[in-house]
Nanobody
Framework: QVQLVESGGGLVQAGGSLRLSCAAS????????VGWFRQAPGKQREFVAS????????DYGDSVRGRFSISRDYAKNSVYLQMNSLKSEDTAVYYC???????????????????WGQGTQVTVSS
């Protein structure tokens, strides 16, 4: 069982930056594919970014590509989401998710992940 804890959310002005962290229990997390999703009120959960276990493969949703960056720190069993040039439409609860396997056809889908964190709120004021 992998437990995920997100942190780093908060209130920021448009154009600002935040870095979200996803910390996991156990080093087995370092072998997992990890994704970030977000969900705004009244909307479906949306894929933001993902990273494979070697960090050699990353993927981004169209709305964040070029502004967000995903990375991982194996020593800390953590994955980060650096968010720059934030916009009001980035306001959402952000979730970290993990899967022991990488299945390319579903890594952008919530069904592609087995473990989820509780989420962290990001609010961007315009």
């Amino acid at each position: 069982q992998v437990q995920l804890v997100e942190s780093g959310g908060g209130l920021v002005q448009a154009g600002g930056s935040l870095r979200l962290s996803c910390a996991a229990s156990g080093s087995i997390f370092n072998t997992y594919h990890v994704g970030w999703f977000r969900q705004a009120p009244g909307k479906q959960r949306e894929f933001v970014a993902s990273i494979n276990w070697t960090s050699r493969s990353t993927d981004y949703g169209d709305s964040v590509r070029g502004r967000f960056s995903i990375s991982r720190d194996y020593a800390k069993n953590s994955v980060y989401l650096q968010m720059n040039s934030l916009k009001s439409e980035d306001t959402a609860v952000y979730y970290c998710a993990a899967s022991p396997t990488t299945i390319e056809t579903i890594i952008r889908l919530t069904t592609g992940y087995d473990y989820w964190g509780q989420g962290t709120q990001v609010t961007v004021s315009s």
